[in-house]
């Protein structure tokens, strides 16, 4: 009654500068979006309908798509793939490119100093962790506990550092993966699934070949047994999978929150930068326009054994986020 005495005593014009005055609020930081909205929708309705909501609504910004890397392609030349010995130089190279954040790789995160080390790295160079990527034989019930125990680490520390997104792969199996298999994978994926949501962590689902191969049997299994599990999608090994990767954004869009992208050329091999290979990003980006993808997007670079690069890492990083600027428009 006392909304309708107001708006009856003070007309539109009062519920038009309500509308203004929680707008400049969200703007400002002080309403969420959830909270502007809902305010939004209470004077809006009193001014007289859906037009002013839609205004109200379009005033809001939309999700900026947060464009990192990982540094695989650094991991490939060290000793067991441990980036720790090269951070000092992977942080540096990263904001030079331009990043947003960094992806990490699981095994960077062991160390007991990780969390200071890294921390100090992140805010030197003002590059924030995004999350990191991870991995191990889910299927394999003998191995389970251990995997467990390496995520629950992992995700403490990663969640000190900041960072929010868990890419995860399945582990590959010998043959194709059993029913029995796909059955104890699932029961480990629930587990980290839980677990990070303690600690604000989101698990994506990374692919390889393996995950794609057979019709996607390993990724359809999984989706079966949790279907409201993300996906984070590694376009190139789509590709290597025999995987289209803008069929699989149409089909999958849903579930996508989180992409990685890399780049390779007519033969197979892998190009230096993201950009610089035939893979189809034009029609990549244009797929995830339609499907509304307000996700991350994390540039992966990666290089043959006998490749020889012609430029320092940074500069490959740096023409690659120039590319997803300029054909994904992030």
Same mark, same amino acid.
């Given at each position: 009654?006392?909304?309708?005495?107001? *708006?009856?005593?003070?007309?539109?014009? /009062?519920?038009? +500068?309500?509308?203004?005055?929680?707008?400049?609020?969200?703007?400002? +930081?002080?309403?969420?979006?959830?909270?502007?909205?809902?305010?939004?929708?209470?004077?809006?309705?009193?001014?007289?309908?859906?037009?002013?909501?839609?205004? /109200?609504?379009? $005033?809001?910004?939309?999700?900026?798509?947060?464009?990192?890397?990982?540094?695989?392609?650094?991991?490939?030349?060290?000793?067991?793939?441990?980036?720790?010995?090269?951070?000092?130089?992977?942080?540096?190279?990263?904001?030079?490119? +331009?990043?947003?954040?960094?992806?990490?790789?699981?095994?960077?995160?062991?160390?007991?100093?990780?969390?200071?080390?890294?921390?100090?790295?992140?805010?030197?160079?003002?590059?924030?962790?995004?999350?990191?990527?991870?991995?191990?034989?889910?299927?394999?019930?003998?191995?389970?506990?251990?995997?467990?125990?390496?995520?629950?680490?992992?995700?403490?520390?990663?969640?000190?550092?900041?960072?929010?997104?868990?890419?995860?792969?399945?582990?590959?199996?010998?043959?194709?993966?059993?029913?029995?298999?796909?059955?104890?994978? /699932?029961?480990?994926?629930?587990?980290?699934?839980?677990?990070?949501?303690?600690?604000?962590?989101?698990?994506?689902?990374?692919?390889?070949?393996?995950?794609?191969?057979?019709?996607?049997?390993?990724?359809?299994?999984?989706?079966?047994?949790?279907?409201?599990?993300?996906? +984070?999608?590694?376009?190139?090994?789509?590709?290597?999978?025999?995987?289209?990767? $803008?069929? *699989? !954004?149409?089909?999958?869009?849903?579930?996508?929150? *989180?992409?990685?992208?890399?780049?390779?050329?007519?033969?197979?091999?892998?190009?230096?930068?993201?950009?610089?290979?035939?893979?189809?990003?034009?029609? !990549?980006?244009?797929?995830?326009?339609?499907?509304?993808?307000?996700?991350?997007?994390?540039?992966?670079?990666?290089?043959?054994?006998?490749?020889?690069?012609?430029?320092?890492?940074?500069?490959?990083?740096?023409?690659?986020?120039?590319?997803?600027?300029?054909?994904?428009?992030?």
């Amino acid at each position: 009654m006392k909304s309708s005495l107001a *708006f009856d005593r003070f007309g539109a014009g /009062a519920s038009a +500068g309500g509308l203004a005055y929680s707008t400049a609020l969200h703007e400002r +930081g002080g309403l969420s979006r959830r909270e502007f909205l809902k305010s939004a929708t209470v004077w809006a309705t009193a001014a007289g309908g859906a037009e002013a909501l839609l205004a /109200a609504d379009s $005033v809001t910004p939309k999700p900026k798509v947060l464009v990192g890397a990982h540094p695989w392609v650094y991991a490939a030349t060290q000793p067991n793939y441990d980036i720790t010995p090269v951070l000092p130089q992977i942080f540096p190279d990263m904001q030079y490119a +331009g990043l947003d954040a960094i992806e990490l790789m699981h095994t960077a995160l062991r160390p007991n100093d990780a969390v200071e080390r890294i921390g100090e790295l992140s805010q030197k160079h003002r590059l924030p962790v995004i999350g990191t990527s991870f991995g191990g034989a889910m299927w394999d019930r003998a191995q389970q506990s251990a995997v467990l125990e390496d995520a629950e680490l992992v995700i403490t520390r990663l969640a000190k550092l900041g960072g929010r997104t868990l890419g995860t792969s399945v582990g590959q199996a010998p043959k194709k993966k059993t029913e029995d298999q796909l059955n104890a994978q /699932a029961e480990v994926l629930r587990k980290i699934i839980a677990l990070g949501q303690k600690h604000g962590v989101v698990l994506n689902l990374h692919n390889h070949t393996y995950e794609v191969a057979d019709n996607l049997h390993d990724l359809k299994g999984t989706l079966a047994r949790i279907p409201s599990v993300k996906l +984070g999608p590694d376009l190139n090994w789509l590709v290597r999978g025999g995987v289209d990767p $803008v069929a *699989f !954004i149409r089909q999958y869009y849903k579930p996508i929150v *989180f992409l990685h992208l890399r780049d390779q050329t007519k033969d197979g091999r892998w190009s230096e930068a993201l950009g610089e290979g035939d893979m189809d990003y034009a029609a !990549i980006a244009k797929a995830l326009r339609v499907a509304g993808f307000q996700g991350d997007a994390v540039i992966e670079l990666a290089h043959e054994r006998d490749f020889k690069p012609t430029r320092p890492l940074r500069e490959s990083l740096k023409l690659s986020r120039e590319f997803v600027r300029r054909v994904l428009g992030y």
